[in-house]
């Protein structure tokens, strides 16, 4: 039996959405793509079968509702029980799975995505959140400052564990191992967790301020409960993934553990999915999905730093991992999303900042925002712990509204960092 997917009368009802942007190959229309689309990603295939029936046909079958020929952008309706409840892989095999790589598809882009209430629920969302988090570190209102050991990999476990205090030291209140630093024949992740966290108690005693340790536990799945637990047996109250190389399965099983520690989820090779504005995933996306998964805290970029992204997405990803609900009112936001009772997620911005950057990114960002700057601290002319001053007096410029020039005029420490790097 012959289906038609197409139906731009349709109003959809209780369903996930997907907003594609599409360019057929050549020869072939957009309506046409839309069909190869809407049945490759649910119940179709390339011919007609003798086992579809009538109830499958009629109550399981998507419904491309939009198509947009002058920005080449559609929408698809799915029906709900498509999908497995609380399952990311499963989600993504369906409406990001074999569709790239049809012949009738010269580029596909995931744009965004809307979950139903039943779905989204099935979720756990994160454990912490933005609320959760600050009350840990006893930080109210002003952003967190972290930095990440440099060099990324190289360092002994004791010598790792020196650079997180000097850090910790100079006022930073987190410290994390970088994407690549996992279990290495030069710094050992057992002995890297014990020596910094030791390190972490000492610092916390002298500075009087909370201060926090994030390892990156990234590895094959039974390796990383093993790794989670570790961290928890010594103390840690945090732990890192590499979300994208972990793989989303991975991630869901850490927290479902629920072990009682912040998940501080790192986006490396994020890129390989959504650099291309006309194919992959966006960013956007990834982290809606980071947030029902139940991260705590997800890099989303910073616009004024070495990473590409525009101010605009950088802003509207955090406002969707950060909102209640997002309506269908700005660009990016092109789908309405209730979150329910799914909590926030911290927005974390690393990539290339420095002192000079933080009033940017803050008038950028506002307050709610993780400040993480590895060479912009370690590269301080005066060395770590003058690097982590100086951030801090960055941003206490920014909340007493003094611009950080005339604020270096009584902090050598950010006045050396200007001189290096510049406003």
């Known amino acids: 039996m012959p289906l038609e997917y197409i139906d731009t009368k349709y109003k959809p009802r209780n369903e996930l959405i997907c907003e594609y942007y599409l360019e057929p190959s050549k020869g072939i229309s957009l309506n046409e793509a839309c069909e190869h689309i809407a049945a490759e990603s649910s119940i179709g295939t390339w011919t007609d079968i003798v086992t579809m029936n009538k109830r499958i046909a009629t109550k399981l079958k998507p419904h491309v509702f939009s198509i947009n020929k002058k920005t080449n952008e559609i929408k698809i309706a799915y029906p709900i029980e498509l999908f497995e409840q609380g399952s990311i892989p499963q989600i993504l095999s369906s409406i990001a799975g074999n569709i790239y790589g049809m012949k009738a598809i010269k580029n596909l882009r995931l744009q965004n995505i809307t979950f139903p209430k039943s779905l989204t629920k099935s979720f756990p969302g994160p454990k912490f959140g933005i609320k959760g988090v600050r009350k840990l570190l006893k930080v109210k209102d002003r952003p967190l400052v972290g930095t990440i050991v440099k060099p990324k990999v190289g360092l002994t476990a004791e010598q790792h564990a020196k650079v997180a205090y000097n850090a910790w030291i100079g006022g930073c209140d987190i410290v994390k191992d970088d994407e690549n630093l996992t279990n290495m024949t030069f710094n050992k992740f057992n002995k890297r967790v014990i020596e910094t966290l030791k390190l972490r108690d000492k610092a916390e005693k002298i500075t009087g301020e909370k201060k926090i340790y994030m390892p990156n536990i990234t590895a094959e799945t039974s390796e990383m409960i093993k790794r989670a637990h570790f961290v928890k047996d010594q103390g ?28 501080h989820a790192h986006r490396a090779m994020h890129a390989a999915l959504t650099k291309n504005p006309k194919h992959g995933i ?107 001053r100086a951030m801090r007096q960055a941003v206490d410029a920014v909340l007493k509204d003094i611009s950080l020039k005339k604020y270096a005029q009584t902090h050598v420490e950010l006045k050396k960092a200007l001189t290096k790097w510049g406003e």
């Open 282 to 388: 966006s960013m956007l996306t990834i982290a809606k999905l980071a947030r029902l998964a139940g991260v705590d805290q997800l890099h989303v970029g910073t616009a004024v730093g070495k990473m590409e992204a525009t101010p605009a997405e950088v802003q509207e990803i955090e406002e969707e991992i950060e909102e209640k609900i997002m309506l269908e009112n700005k660009k990016h936001h092109v789908l309405e999303q209730k979150w329910y009772d799914i909590k926030p997620v911290f927005a974390v911005c690393s990539g290339g900042l420095h002192p000079g950057l933080v009033d940017k990114l803050i008038k950028l960002m506002s307050k709610n925002i993780i400040i993480q700057a590895g060479g912009g601290i370690h590269g301080h002319p005066d060395g770590t712990i003058a690097g982590a």
């Open 236 to 263: 840690g109250e945090y732990i890192m993934i590499d979300i994208i190389t972990a793989g989303w399965a991975a991630l869901q099983t850490i927290r479902e553990l629920d072990l009682g520690m912040v998940i």
